[in-house]
């Protein structure tokens, strides 16, 4: 018997749509899992646009104040999908509620926030998932599984890459995202926080590093209505960019394994041109996001002249055979969220943890602060 639980989704931007879209479908690729996620309500600070989702999504309810989502005893779970600088006080507030929590990251503006939320996490007794999407990937997994069990030997370096260009135009409105005080560090949080957990996941943690980092767009001006997502604006007050375009960063890792990290907001020619080089003793493993479900494989003995095969992943490869029935049928983004909601109900029905949680956001935003101190200070630094 499948049971309802009731779910809130805050913060009703692209996100906000795609979480909503992984719980519709949740079921439809996982049949046995036995919880039934409910859209109860949506809390949207933009007028009509809770409205809007309740239309098309079918939530019971709607709200411009997500702290009646909070108080409200229908739900039982909750995606917080909003600005990061609101994540600490609405994470706090749905955990101490009882609330378990879907948030994405980097939750939050730094590691403190990043931690008060996890630690209240803790307290309640509550579940956690953060959005660490590129992890679920089946070809990330088998990744995994390949450096795991020695394919191509002890990994000696890795080279990771998060290249955009949602920032490049120079007509970018000046939303949030840009703000010290509201979007944290940037391109740091945005995407280097995924690079952070992908090297985590793979290789281990992280012992030391140095980075470097740069605004390139230093002037955008400030929007004259509500946005969503990457809206361009023209003609209104000029402000600055306060927070990083560009990073750059040197890896230590525990192992001794050798890293570069890069990520880059204002990438001209570049649309999520996402993925990571392994390299170890005896071989390599090549992961591009935009070619998601290949792998690139060089193992065996020959080392010099050895050559790449590119595997398509099937079944076999980590949560696949919840979407496709053989190799090389396609999977999209949309299907990691789908496989981060599972793990999450999955996560509340078990009472035991799944997937990426609050503990591994905390790490990821260490790793993000250090390299903010490093790119200040010009040295090496301890996460």
């Known amino acids: 018997m499948v049971d309802a639980l009731g779910v809130a989704v805050v913060g009703f931007g692209w996100m906000g749509r795609v979480h909503t879209q992984a719980y519709a479908r949740v079921l439809h690729h996982y049949p046995q899992l036995p919880l039934w996620p409910q859209l109860v309500s949506v809390a949207e600070e933009v007028p009509g646009r809770a409205e809007e989702a309740a239309a098309q999504f079918g939530f019971a309810s709607t709200t411009r104040d997500w702290r009646q989502v909070a108080a409200d005893p229908r739900v039982q779970a909750v995606s917080i999908t909003a600005p990061n600088f609101l994540h600490r006080e609405i994470g706090v507030a749905m955990a101490e509620a009882g609330k378990h929590i879907w948030i994405e990251k980097p939750v939050g503006l730094t590691a403190e926030d990043a931690r008060a939320v996890a630690d209240a996490v803790t307290k309640a007794g509550v579940q956690s998932a953060v959005g660490f999407n590129y992890r679920n990937a089946p070809a990330v997994a088998a990744a995994r599984e390949l450096i795991a069990a020695g394919d191509i030997g002890a990994v000696t370096h890795v ?6 260009d949602y920032a490049a135009h120079p007509e970018g409105a000046l939303t949030w995202r840009y703000e010290r005080e509201r979007g944290g560090s940037g391109v740091l949080g945005d995407l280097a926080s995924h690079g952070a957990d992908l090297a985590r996941f793979l290789l281990g943690d992280i012992a030391s590093l140095t980075a470097d980092t ?4 230093p002037e955008r001006a400030r929007p004259t209505g509500a946005t969503a997502g990457h809206t361009r604006a023209t003609g209104g007050e000029l402000g600055p960019v306060e927070n990083e375009d560009y990073v750059s960063c040197l890896l230590r890792f525990a192992s001794g394994a050798r890293g570069v990290l890069e990520a880059s907001r204002v990438a001209v020619g570049e649309q999520n041109n996402y993925g990571f080089e392994v390299h170890g003793t005896k071989g390599a493993v090549l992961w591009d996001f935009r070619r998601m479900n290949e792998l690139g494989i060089s193992s065996g003995t020959t080392y010099q002249d050895q050559p790449v095969s590119t595997v398509y992943v099937g079944p076999g490869h980590g949560e696949y055979a919840a979407f496709q029935p053989g190799a090389a049928n396609s999977m999209g983004y949309d299907d990691l969220k789908v496989i981060e909601a599972h793990r999450f109900l999955r996560s509340i029905a078990e009472g ?9 956001a905390v790490h990821s935003a260490a790793v993000v602060d250090a390299m903010a101190r490093s790119a200040e200070s010009g040295s090496w630094v301890t996460p």
């Open 352 to 360: 035991t943890s799944y997937g990426a949680t609050l503990a591994d």
């Open 159 to 164: 080279r990771i890459r998060l290249f955009s």
């Open 214 to 217: 740069a605004i390139f767009v």
